[in-house]
């Protein structure tokens, strides 16, 4: 498979109030670099000219009428590398009922008026036309002004398309005003979005319409105050089909409060609590129930004795309504998944049963996906993290003798809990270290602790590090409960023996716990150990020669599994040479041996 872009753009500047832009693109695609059959597609052109002009209106320019074309194409054998649409283009104008692509025409044009340091205001027209099958015609208006202590924006759209076999009118609007008056900041925002889909030639409106309305008003604190505060109301209202109206579904409150202290260099805090309640109001068209749902956070940092202790905790607490999930597996490209399928009992049938992680990139071809059932469970969530860092060498760095030597250990540890449960006891649902959860109200748990010491951290003649590391996940789901734990203890180290040589040093002492009650035959509990030393050969910053061994050995200790073992020996050479400021050259030699 090959793909190639070739891209050449010019711009040109008239004067300093008009510009032309001109930018082509030529794609070429093939994917089967073995085979001359269907190559008459392989190359797709694409160009876009765009031209500007600015016309002052008086003589100090501040005012001026502002004027725009643009024009683009794409051929429909052109194939991009990257994306270079917006993300909202294909929902803006309804691709996804434009059926197959073909050649592309874009159209543009634009007029309005702009105050210099004030304000602008443009009305623009757009075309778009997917040859034979896809047309559609877009009005927008697009402002901002900004005098003194207020300002205000708006982006409003209206967009007719037409398909094969469906067609729609997409409106949208996005409003944000506010008002600074000094000690207090007030403001308001409203976005409106109704799309209305139908089949040609029909009058009946599509299930996939939708509408929704949602208006928010705040009160803040000044952008400039470190010590700020914010209050907010929200209220959505969403409507769906039904005997052909619009109507409404649903209807979300939302009240949320916060304070951030930011001023002290020593001590920061932010706290932001948000109630939100959910109220149906046509059961017909919504599966889901009322629902009040609460979401509490707190961010709190240290920054002690000149930067020896740093701390960052993030602690949350909600409650609300979850989709219960059923998992499944996706093809993808080889290497771009995460599990491999293998076939254990020969009827040709992918079984979810038969997925396991892959090893090795090449059978990595399938991904696990959850997919939402239509039932809703009442749960309450935590999540805690919590970071320290220790690090003497800020404040006794400079010292001599027993502080000195202490100025050469730091430490980081990091701690992670995310749980959610159906318990109804508040003060247990809430505990962030509580972590003995039972199946019955479990909906999924993960936590994992990482602590690493080390010894002339940043010094290249010689050091050490000692990682400690656990990590546990459980989730129930339709299937039954599934849990995961992994961890180690790992040791490295390195030495500079003369300036070009230096040996590193890797030991792991670990294990891994897989325990499924739906899919008993893929449990397992291995326990492994792997050493690996490595000799560096490193002249200078243009040259490095890596010579490497890795000695694994794994068991796995569960009973049914009559005591599985690999022993993995790796001999490898690895080379790297930079190219002065245009790359570098990278060649890696590996010869293993596996054992079972």
């Given at each position: 498979?090959?793909?190639?872009?070739?891209?050449?753009?010019?711009?040109?500047?008239?004067?300093?109030?008009?510009?032309?832009?001109?930018?082509?693109?030529?794609?070429?695609?093939?994917?089967?670099?073995?085979?001359?059959?269907?190559?008459?597609?392989?190359?797709?052109?694409a160009?876009?000219?765009?031209?500007?002009?600015?016309?002052?209106?008086?003589?100090?320019?501040?005012?001026?009428?502002?004027?725009?074309?643009?024009?683009?194409?794409?051929?429909?054998?052109?194939?991009?590398?990257?994306?270079?649409?917006?993300?909202?283009?294909?929902?803006?104008?309804?691709?996804?009922?434009?059926?197959?692509?073909?050649?592309?025409?874009?159209?543009?044009?634009?007029?309005?008026?702009?105050?210099?340091?004030?304000?602008?205001?443009?009305?623009?027209?757009?075309?778009?036309?997917?040859?034979?099958?896809?047309?559609?015609?877009?009005?927008?208006?697009?402002?901002?002004?900004?005098?003194?202590?207020?300002?205000?924006?708006?982006?409003?759209?209206?967009?007719?398309?037409?398909?094969?076999?469906?067609?729609?009118?997409?409106?949208?609007?996005?409003?944000?005003?506010?008002?600074?008056?000094?000690?207090?900041?007030?403001?308001?925002r409203?976005?409106?979005?109704?799309?209305?889909?139908?089949?040609?030639?029909?009058?009946?409106?599509?299930?996939?319409?939708?509408?929704?309305?949602?208006?928010?008003?705040?009160?803040?604190?000044?952008?400039?105050?470190?010590?700020?505060?914010?209050?907010?109301?929200?209220?959505?209202?969403?409507?769906?089909?039904?005997?052909?109206?619009?109507?409404?579904?649903?209807?979300?409150?939302?009240?949320?409060?916060?304070?951030?202290?930011?001023?002290?260099?020593?001590?920061?805090?932010?706290?932001?609590?948000?109630?939100?309640?959910?109220?149906?109001?046509?059961?017909?068209?919504?599966?889901?129930?009322?629902?009040?749902t609460?979401?509490?956070?707190?961010?709190?940092?240290?920054?002690?004795?000149k930067?020896?202790l740093?701390?960052?905790?993030?602690?949350?607490?909600?409650?609300?309504?979850?989709?219960?999930?059923?998992?499944?597996?996706?093809?993808?490209?080889?290497?771009?998944?995460?599990?491999?399928w293998?076939?254990?009992?020969?009827?040709?049938?992918?079984?979810?049963?038969?997925?396991?992680?892959?090893?090795?990139?090449?059978?990595?071809?399938?991904?696990?996906?959850?997919t939402?059932t239509?039932?809703?469970?009442?749960?309450?969530?935590?999540?805690?993290?919590?970071?320290?860092?220790?690090?003497?060498?800020?404040l006794?760095?400079?010292?001599?003798?027993?502080?000195?030597?202490?100025?050469?250990?730091?430490?980081?540890?990091?701690?992670?809990?995310?749980?959610?449960?159906?318990?109804?006891?508040?003060?247990?649902?809430?505990?962030?270290?509580?972590?003995?959860?039972?199946?019955?109200?479990?909906?999924?748990?993960?936590?994992?602790?990482?602590?690493?010491?080390?010894?002339?951290?940043?010094?290249?003649?010689?050091?050490?590090?000692?990682?400690?590391?656990?990590?546990?996940?459980?989730?129930l789901l339709?299937?039954?409960?599934?849990?995961?734990?992994?961890?180690?203890?790992?040791?490295?180290?390195?030495?500079n023996?003369?300036k070009?040589?230096?040996?590193n040093?890797?030991?792991?002492?670990?294990?891994?716990?897989?325990?499924?009650?739906?899919?008993?035959?893929?449990?397992?509990?291995?326990?492994?150990?792997?050493?690996?030393?490595?000799?560096?050969?490193?002249?200078?910053?243009?040259?490095?020669?890596?010579?490497?061994?890795?000695?694994?050995?794994?068991?796995?200790?569960?009973?049914?599994?009559?005591?599985?073992?690999?022993?993995?020996?790796?001999?490898?050479?690895?080379?790297?040479?930079?190219?002065?400021?245009?790359?570098?050259?990278?060649a890696?030699?590996?010869?293993?041996?596996?054992?079972?």
């Amino acid at each position: 498979k090959r793909n190639q872009l070739y891209t050449l753009g010019a711009d040109y500047h008239f004067n300093k109030n008009s510009k032309l832009m001109v930018e082509t693109a030529l794609s070429n695609t093939d994917l089967n670099l073995f085979s001359d059959l269907h190559s008459s597609d392989n190359v797709g052109l694409a160009a876009k000219v765009a031209y500007d002009h600015i016309i002052p209106v008086d003589s100090a320019e501040k005012w001026a009428i502002i004027t725009g074309l643009n024009f683009e194409h794409t051929n429909v054998d052109f194939k991009p590398i990257e994306r270079f649409r917006t993300v909202e283009f294909e929902r803006d104008w309804s691709m996804d009922q434009a059926g197959s692509s073909r050649d592309q025409y874009i159209s543009m044009a634009y007029i309005g008026f702009s105050r210099k340091d004030l304000a602008e205001l443009r009305y623009q027209a757009r075309s778009f036309i997917n040859s034979g099958v896809f047309n559609a015609f877009q009005h927008a208006l697009i402002g901002q002004v900004e005098a003194g202590r207020s300002k205000a924006d708006i982006k409003a759209s209206l967009i007719n398309s037409k398909g094969e076999k469906i067609n729609n009118v997409f409106g949208r609007y996005i409003v944000n005003a506010e008002q600074d008056l000094k000690y207090i900041v007030i403001g308001a925002r409203n976005e409106l979005e109704n799309s209305e889909f139908k089949l040609a030639g029909s009058d009946s409106l599509l299930i996939n319409s939708r509408h929704f309305n949602d208006m928010k008003f705040f009160v803040r604190s000044p952008e400039q105050w470190k010590n700020g505060y914010q209050l907010s109301y929200r209220r959505r209202e969403d409507k769906l089909p039904l005997l052909n109206m619009l109507k409404r579904s649903t209807i979300a409150d939302e009240f949320s409060g916060g304070v951030s202290l930011l001023k002290s260099k020593q001590v920061t805090t932010r706290i932001n609590v948000t109630y939100r309640k959910l109220s149906i109001a046509d059961s017909t068209l919504s599966t889901q129930d009322p629902d009040n749902t609460l979401i509490n956070r707190l961010e709190f940092g240290l920054n002690l004795w000149k930067g020896l202790l740093r701390t960052q905790t993030f602690y949350e607490v909600g409650s609300g309504l979850e989709l219960e999930k059923v998992f499944s597996y996706l093809e993808v490209n080889p290497g771009q998944g995460g599990f491999n399928w293998i076939d254990e009992n020969g009827n040709g049938v992918q079984e979810l049963n038969e997925f396991v992680e892959a090893v090795y990139t090449d059978t990595a071809r399938f991904i696990r996906v959850f997919t939402p059932t239509n039932e809703f469970v009442k749960v309450y969530s935590t999540q805690l993290n919590q970071i320290v860092n220790l690090r003497p060498k800020a404040l006794w760095g400079s010292k001599k003798g027993l502080l000195k030597f202490i100025s050469r250990f730091s430490d980081q540890f990091a701690f992670r809990v995310d749980r959610k449960t159906q318990r109804t006891d508040l003060l247990l649902a809430f505990d962030p270290l509580f972590t003995q959860v039972n199946d019955s109200v479990l909906i999924s748990l993960g936590s994992s602790l990482r602590n690493t010491i080390s010894y002339n951290q940043g010094i290249s003649k010689y050091g050490f590090n000692y990682t400690y590391q656990d990590n546990r996940n459980k989730s129930l789901l339709i299937n039954g409960a599934d849990n995961r734990t992994s961890g180690s203890h790992q040791v490295t180290g390195r030495w500079n023996i003369i300036k070009p040589i230096t040996i590193n040093m890797n030991y792991e002492d670990g294990w891994q716990t897989s325990i499924s009650e739906f899919f008993p035959q893929n449990n397992f509990e291995i326990d492994e150990y792997e050493l690996e030393p490595r000799l560096v050969f490193q002249p200078g910053t243009q040259y490095r020669l890596t010579l490497l061994y890795r000695y694994a050995d794994k068991k796995n200790n569960l009973e049914e599994s009559l005591h599985e073992r690999a022993i993995i020996r790796e001999s490898g050479l690895e080379t790297k040479y930079n190219l002065k400021k245009r790359g570098s050259i990278q060649a890696n030699f590996s010869f293993l041996e596996i054992n079972y």
